[in-house]
């Protein structure tokens, strides 16, 4: 949110475009993109000296891996923008306004899927009415993304006479992206559900 904030405010000098906020906050997520690796071979390892079955054990791994993409996809975004903002590009403004504010949009219900995310994994194996619950609402908080997305990519497909081909690319590959980490969060929480049901909770 803040890196999308401060790309927006500013001119094409770096010194009045955002650029340090914007590279603090990319370094602080590749700094937990790292910590997300390190704790992902971590949990892969006590998995492998485990005594569950295969079938849960594939699951636990597959719940790691989409988690840890959470964060690959987070990190791929942050350095997309941090790298325009370098090299501001020859866009439309107008189009680069509104499609900044559904970009905000977009990273919001991603924040509040997280939220919810982050709530399940606590209280799995404990509630599970409650988690079922809060897989629903991460379910529909994705599919309330696709309806931006999608609309996102209407107006891009449609503006494409306005933007030169790296433009055009950049808004493609960032909106994707934004909306890979939506779908991942999704997926992570059906396998919290999976597992829980295996294991009987």
Same mark, same amino acid.
């Not at 590749?30 to 492998?48: P, W």
């Given at each position: ?15 009045? !475009? ?17 910590? $997300?690796?390190?704790? *992902? ?11 569950? *079955? ?12 989409? %988690? ?14 941090r790298r325009v903002t370098r ?5 439309? /403004?107008?189009?680069? *306004?509104?499609?900044? /504010? ?16 982050? /709530?399940? &994994?606590?209280?799995?194996?404990? !509630?599970? !009415?409650?988690?079922?619950? &809060? ?9 309330? $993304?696709?309806? %931006? ?12 006479? /306005? ?6 690319? !950049? ?20 396998? %919290?559900? *999976? ?7």
């Amino acid at each position: 949110m803040k890196i999308l904030s401060s790309s927006g405010n500013g001119t094409s000098s770096g010194s009045h !475009n955002g650029l340090h906020d914007i590279e603090i906050c990319t370094e602080r997520i590749n700094i937990l993109e790292k910590m $997300g690796d390190k704790i *992902t071979q971590s949990f892969e390892e006590m998995l492998g000296r485990g005594s569950i *079955t295969a079938s849960i054990e594939y699951d636990f791994g597959r719940l790691a891996d989409n %988690v840890d993409s959470i964060l690959d996809r987070a990190h791929a975004l942050s350095r997309q923008l941090r790298r325009v903002t370098r090299r501001p590009l020859r866009e439309a /403004k107008e189009f680069d *306004t509104a499609n900044r /504010k559904e970009m905000i949009h977009l990273v919001q219900i991603g924040l509040t899927q997280l939220r919810a995310f982050r /709530k399940l &994994l606590t209280i799995a194996g404990t !509630n599970r !009415n409650q988690a079922i619950e &809060l897989a629903r609402e991460i379910e529909q908080l994705e599919e309330e $993304g696709d309806d %931006v997305k999608d609309a996102m990519l209407d107006e891009l497909y449609g503006s494409w006479e /306005k933007l030169d081909y790296a433009s055009f690319h !950049n808004y493609l590959e960032t909106t994707i992206e934004a909306d890979d980490i939506l779908d991942l969060c999704e997926d992570a929480s059906d396998l %919290v559900i *999976t597992v829980m049901k295996a294991l009987g909770a």
